[in-house]
């Protein structure tokens, strides 16, 4: 009989033993909002033996990360100090980081699990990485980190609706099956060999005949008089209207990217944005269009993280803004006429 008791009790302890868990994990209630705006964070925090916990630790709430940094160091902040906002049950504030055992012992008298918000502005536009809270605890004990969050922050003229953009999952690549296309290769290989002597035979009698090559004089287009053509092939299309909103953002900053290429002379569909304002720094580009420009570069780039659907009346904006950078920047021939 005692036996039994002795295996029951062990049962038990390998039980709590292996279920025992601690865990804290921080989940906005918004994953986009314009610069300045409140955003209430859950903190979730999981535990079984609130006596070994020592303090909750926000220290990297101080300064987070802006995962977009890359894509334009010119105009985006690496880092960012987020403000709270308002008192909240942590107890936490910009200037105190930490959350003292005291103030949680009573959440957990009846429960293993608490959630307690808290309210946070950020005033710099990217995507923000918001780690979960450290736990500090008596014994030393470490436990397993959770992904942090991820913040989308507008700038605060864009519009953007706040509750349309999510991260959506990576879909797994599609495996086709085998099909004629995947020989036609052979048979252009087969044709060619067939039909090279004759293309041979007539491209040699027809340069025997010519006595002089008559060149075509070619017709300069000016570099504005494209874009803007582009552009209005462009608005015709009516991308943004059957929503596709990434794939008339990526053509609209692609006709601007070739415009400043033959407008200024720059690489600019190899360049990021950063390497573009370096590069018109030494071109007769005037400094009062590069607010406009970075904005028409810039946007496609926070969009291309997510799956955004911007007002209507953004798409249109955009594309008005894109002309009239082109009528600004327009190179200017002047005529001269010979007065004798």
Not at 306 to 332: G, L, Y
Request: hydrophobic letters at 40%.
């Amino acid at each position: 009989m005692k036996k039994k008791i002795y295996y029951i009790l062990l049962l038990l302890l390998i039980g709590n033993v292996g279920f025992s868990q601690t865990s804290i994990s921080v989940t906005p209630r918004q994953d986009t909002v314009l610069i300045g705006d409140h955003l209430i964070v859950d903190i979730v925090l999981q535990t079984d033996d609130i006596n070994d916990i020592e303090s909750i630790d926000f220290t990297e709430w101080k300064s987070i990360t802006n995962l977009v940094y890359q894509q334009d160091t010119i105009n985006l902040e690496e880092t960012t100090d987020l403000s709270f906002i308002g008192e909240n049950e942590w107890g936490v504030t910009d200037s105190y980081f930490s959350t003292p055992v005291g103030t949680m012992e009573d959440w957990f008298k009846t429960t293993t699990r608490i959630s307690k918000p808290v309210t946070i502005s950020i005033y710099d536009y990217g995507f923000w990485s918001l780690p979960p809270p450290k736990i500090v605890t008596k014994s030393g004990k470490r436990y397993p980190q959770i992904e942090p969050a991820m913040v989308i922050v507008f700038p605060a003229d864009l519009g953007i609706s706040q509750d349309s953009i999510a991260l959506m999952p990576i879909k797994d690549i599609i495996e086709e099956g085998e099909s004629w296309e995947d020989y036609k290769i052979w048979f252009y290989i087969l044709g060619f060999i067939l039909l090279a002597p004759l293309l041979i035979k007539l491209l040699w009698g027809r340069k025997k005949e010519k006595e002089e090559e008559i060149v075509e004089e070619e017709i300069f287009i000016p570099a504005h008089e494209k874009a803007l053509t582009a552009l209005q092939a462009l608005k015709q299309k009516e991308l943004w209207q059957s929503g596709k909103i990434k794939e008339y953002q990526s053509e609209l900053t692609d006709i601007i990217r070739r415009y400043l290429e033959d407008r200024f002379e720059v690489n600019a569909l190899e360049m990021t944005s950063d390497e573009i304002s370096r590069a018109l720094r030494q071109k007769d580009f005037d400094t009062k269009h590069s607010s406009t420009l970075q904005r028409i570069l810039t946007i496609a780039d926070l969009v291309k993280f997510a799956k955004a659907t911007p007002p209507v009346d953004i798409n249109a904006q955009f594309m008005e803004e894109a002309e009239q950078f082109v009528n600004s920047t327009k190179k200017i021939e002047v005529e001269q006429s010979n007065d004798e």
